[in-house]
T-cell receptor
Framework: GQNIDQPTEMTATEGAIVQINCTYQ??????LFWYQQHAGEAPTFLSY????GLEEKGRFSSFLSRSKGYSYLLLKELQMKDSASYLC????????????FGSGTRLQVQP | SAVISQKPSRDICQRGTSLTIQCQVD?????MFWYRQQPGQSLTLIAT?????????ESGFVIDKFPISRPNLTFSTLTVSNMSPEDSSIYLC???????????FGSGTRLTVV
């Protein structure tokens, strides 16, 4: 089976840095994805990791450790507009292209 | 990435009726998927839409309840059949685009069954 865990909610302050963790246990692994979803909107793609290490993209970075089944999304210089849900998703293997999503982390950025 | 047109954006339906949701993509895609998102919840995969053949359904979802068509590479429909209030949810189309490693989502269909 599959198990993808994320914290349910997090709160952070504008201008600060926040790290959202994701742990996964899946039968296979072919990539980990992070999505941002504002209330009432569709998820939008943030990052993709398939090899161990850090991927940086502006204020957002994502890290992967395959041996530990662990990833995190790092958001720097938080802005109010970053208040959203952040979804971690895993693709198990090349034969199964669909993503399996974690339950999502609702981030509230406060002034 | 790709631009997805998903219709309708919302609907209120009577129980026992059916609703067909359309997903049209403007780019070449390899895979198309249908997800459901209950209020405040994450995304659950309903099925993978296969071009020219029967969709591949996830556990808990059956073809009689959620028939899916994909007549060509860029278009798919999902029908929610014989609806009950428990089917009230957001339904999302998602695609994997050729040459792009991020999956793109349609804007979703917010369905309310009364």
């Amino acid at each position: 089976g599959q198990n993808i865990d994320q914290p349910t909610e997090m709160t952070a302050t504008e201008g600060a840095i926040v790290q959202i963790n994701c742990t996964y246990q899946t039968s296979g692994f072919n990539g980990l994805f992070w999505y941002q979803q504002h209330a009432g909107e569709a998820p939008t793609f943030l990052s993709y990791n398939v090899l161990d290490g850090l991927e940086e993209k502006g204020r957002f970075s994502s890290f992967l450790s395959r041996s530990k089944g662990y990833s995190y999304l790092l958001l720097k210089e938080l802005q109010m507009k970053d208040s959203a849900s952040y979804l971690c998703a895993v693709r198990e293997h090349t034969g199964r292209r669909a993503l399996t999503f974690g339950s999502g982390t609702r981030l509230q950025v406060q002034p | 990435s790709a631009v997805i047109s998903q219709k309708p954006s919302r609907d209120i339906c009577q129980r026992g009726t059916s609703l067909t949701i359309q997903c049209q993509v403007d780019s070449q895609v390899t895979m198309m998927f249908w997800y459901r998102q209950q209020p405040g919840q994450s995304l659950t995969l309903i099925a993978t839409a296969n071009q020219g053949s029967e969709a591949t359904y996830e556990s808990g979802f059956v073809i009689d309840k959620f028939p899916i068509s994909r007549p060509n590479l860029t278009f798919s429909t999902l029908t929610v059949s014989n609806m009950s209030p428990e089917d009230s949810s957001i339904y999302l189309c998602s695609v994997e685009v050729v040459g792009y490693y991020g999956y793109t989502f349609g804007s979703g269909t917010r369905l309310t069954v009364v």
